[in-house]
T-cell receptor, first 110, second 115 residues
Framework: RKEVEQDPGPFNVPEGATVAFNCTYS??????FFWYRQDCRKEPKLLMS???SGNEDGRFTAQLNRASQYISLLIRDSKLSDSATYLC???????????FGSGTQLTVLP | NAGVTQTPKFRILKIGQSMTLQCAQD?????MYWYRQDPGMGLKLIYY???????DKGEVPNGYNVSRSTTEDFPLRLELAAPSQTSVYFC??????????????FGPGTRLLVL
């Protein structure tokens, strides 16, 4: 079993749609949780950290359920510029090692 | 600040050749990492370093070596290139403070093709 598993995708949605991504992690020792965004042939960039209380950044909402070891990302009012691969990432260990999911590809259609 | 820089951007190697992928950061970060990303996959940790002179293996270290003689530089060495090492290589760094939300800064990547 992979340590971080994500929806296989791809997701193709029209502009203005709401889309949700799910992720589960298997290591209960994981300390911190993130969503990264990766554009084609580019480096991953932090989209947002994920906290147990849930957090929102504009059109993006992230949730963490430690008991279920489940992470989610909700994107409202999708824009063409949201088209990218979204990576679920967990951090553990004293050296802050990151473990990445395989990513979910999102294409927002005009 | 330039952040995390990587050279070269792209390289073609023949099987059995060796090369060094360069990574440098100017943020005085203590922790540095090397990842590889195969097509359609997430990133996998190759090696990491928590400070000058200290390195450790990640998930997929075989076929690679690293050194960390300075805080700024963290080169990755491929000794005998194999087609399985065709990938995109990302270097990253982090300060390593107490903030649980602190995350890693990534370089632009090196695309390596082994033929």
């Amino acid at each position: 079993r992979k340590e971080v598993e994500q929806d296989p995708g791809p997701f193709n949605v029209p502009e203005g749609a709401t889309v949700a991504f799910n992720c589960t992690y298997s290591n209960s020792a994981s300390q911190s949780f993130f969503w990264y965004r990766q554009d084609c042939r580019k480096e991953p960039k932090l989209l947002m950290s994920v906290y147990s209380s849930g957090n929102e950044d504009g059109r993006f909402t992230a949730q963490l359920n430690r008991a279920s070891q489940y992470i989610s990302l909700l994107i409202r009012d999708s824009k063409l510029s949201d088209s990218a691969t979204y990576l679920c990432v967990v951090r553990k260990g004293s050296a802050r090692q990151l473990t990445f999911g395989s990513g979910t590809q999102l294409t927002v259609l005009p | 600040n330039a952040g995390v820089t990587q050279t070269p951007k792209f390289r073609i190697l023949k099987i059995g050749q060796s090369m060094t992928l360069q990574c440098a950061q100017d943020m005085n970060h203590n922790y540095m990492y090397w990842y590889r990303q195969d097509p359609g996959m997430g990133l996998k940790l190759i090696y990491y370093s928590v400070g000058a002179g200290i390195t450790d293996k990640g998930e997929v270290p075989n076929g690679y070596n690293v050194s960390r003689s300075t805080t700024e530089d963290f080169p990755l060495r491929l000794e005998l290139a194999a087609p399985s090492q065709t990938s995109v290589y990302f270097c990253a760094s982090i300060n390593g403070g107490q903030d649980p939300g602190e995350t890693q800064y990534f370089g632009p990547g090196t695309r390596l093709l082994v033929l």
